[in-house]
């Protein structure tokens, strides 16, 4: 199994008996009014995919570098995939709902995906907010 892409968004939406999921604000930058910041919610989107003939059982982990280079453990798991009979392809998504996540400074931050041997990264950047009499003053 494979990781082909990750993302980050504000919400997701399963609709179980389409077997559709809606991703809603996917974003790359979070907007801070102060530091320390607390994000609420959002979710972590991994699309896997891979030519499988068995069950597999594989570690799965979520790490953040922040930009002092501190790396915080998100998510730890272990992701089975069970096959159905004369299915080889299989394409899936991993959804980690992360809430009250606290930013300690703005930068440039690195969320990280490992499933198994596969890994994958994304960068977003964390900044200050200015507030109207600081854009006034400029």
């Not at 974003?27 to 989107?45: C, E, N, Q, T, W």
């Not at 931050?109 to 400029?138: H, K, M, P």
Request: net charge negative.
């Amino acid at each position: 199994m494979q990781i082909s892409w990750l993302l980050l968004a504000e919400n997701i939406v399963v609709k179980e008996h389409s077997e559709r999921i809606d991703i809603i604000g996917e974003f790359r930058s979070v907007l801070a009014d102060g530091f320390p910041y607390l994000l609420p919610k959002f979710y972590i989107v991994c699309r896997i995919e891979g030519d499988v003939r068995q069950t597999v059982a594989l570690p799965y982990e979520l790490t953040l570098r922040s930009p002092s280079n501190e790396l915080v453990e998100i998510h730890t798991s272990s992701v089975s995939v069970d096959v159905p009979p004369n299915v080889r392809r299989v394409v899936g998504n991993l959804i980690a709902e992360i809430k009250n996540f606290e930013f300690m400074n703005q930068g440039r931050y690195t969320i990280t995906a490992q499933l198994g041997d596969s890994v994958i990264s994304t960068d977003f950047l964390v900044i200050s907010r200015q507030n109207d009499s600081d854009d006034a003053q400029e």
